[in-house]
């Protein structure tokens, strides 16, 4: 079957996923618009060539509803041929639909374009409703935590302390803080433009260079009442009895912040490439997904990480570097713990913590991340990974060409 490339990635800069964020007036369809225009332009592309276009939309609903992905398409003018397709695999849409669309080239299609768009100031996270946040016969049979919660329960088992939370938030600032001074994004961030073609924002709006242990540490706790007052402390315990007490460090400083983003990656084959004068980035060496502990949650990554790296006949001294949502700040630290990454190795420009994390989008944009950086830093393999609501992980390891 014929080998999925990578030709390009872009992105929207996140705004502030509010109603004061710079790109509240924005709707994720125009986010998408922009990202799709962008990408076909920059490539020179007959868009009669594109298979389709997979978009990730976690909150599917209201105006960012229907098929996302194909309403996108019409308003970026694509053939009228392109179809459209909206997937959701909560925070790791964005790089399923990346997968999805290689499925499709090796499949036999010259072009797909996977990625994804959340417009969180417009569409409150959660405001679908869903099973699996309401039905109580779903959620005490297995165990199911509010994210911060199972966030908490994970740095309560391996032991971090706030400290280590917030010295990693810390770092993620920083970096990114770093990156944007020096421009290293500028290869993939596109602006967010009104009717007018007059600039909106064309920066990643929440990094704050001054982040500091000192204000990090007078934070609250963000999910302390969820665990106490609602019960899902106990809940936690029941499945994991030898923990005498949640130890609730997680705040708005340590967890990613709310944001509006889109992201879009031009997957291809190789002939295809060739016939349109196009040069591939990456290759797609391997891709998966899998379940793990609902209760636990956000463990996916360590799972499906061991899976991807025996798919792939590779073991993590392999990887020149990582790429993790920064979800919350355990969870990257537990990953950091298990496969032994040295921190001049991972979430090298910074992550969600610091710059957002739009959620159908956020796979998408840190895989363009990873695509930039191991070309800049002149490397050569790259693994990236997002755990997953409802337990479950999606990673994909990239090779330079």
Known sequence: M??????????????????????HEVTALRLSELTLRAIAARNHLNTQKIDDVILGCVTAIGEQGACIARSAVLAADYDISVPGQQINRFCASGLEAVGLASLKVTAGADFAIGGGVEAMSRVPMASDGGAIAVDPSLYFKHGILPQGVAADLIATQYGFTRK??????????????????????A??????????????????EMVRPDCSLEGLSALNPSFAHLGTQFGFDNVAKLKYPHLERIDHHHTAGNSSSIVDGASAVLVGSLKAGKSAGLTPKVKIKAYTSVGSDPTMMLSGPLDVTHKLLKQA??????????????????????????????????????GAIAMGHPLGATGAIILGTAIDE??????NTALIVLCVAAGMGTAMIIERV
């Not at 080998?3 to 790109?23: E, N």
């Not at 290869?187 to 990643?204: F, Y």
């Open 164 to 185: 280590q939370l917030d010295e990693f938030a810390v770092r993620s600032h920083k970096r990114a803080a770093s990156a944007q001074k020096n421009k290293r994004f």
């Open 2 to 23: 014929p080998q999925a490339y990578i030709y390009d990635a872009v992105r929207t800069p996140r705004g502030k996923g509010k109603k004061d964020g710079s790109l």
């Open 313 to 350: 006949k590779m073991s993590a001294e392999d990887i020149d570097l990582w790429e993790i949502n920064e979800a919350f700040s355990a969870i990257a630290l537990m990953y950091q713990q298990e496969f032994q990454i040295g921190l001049d190795q991972l979430n090298v420009a910074g």
């Open 187 to 204: 290869d993939s961030i596109i602006p967010v433009t009104d009717i007018n073609n007059m600039v909106i924002l064309d920066h990643d």
């Open 374 to 379: 191991l070309e800049k830093r002149n490397l």
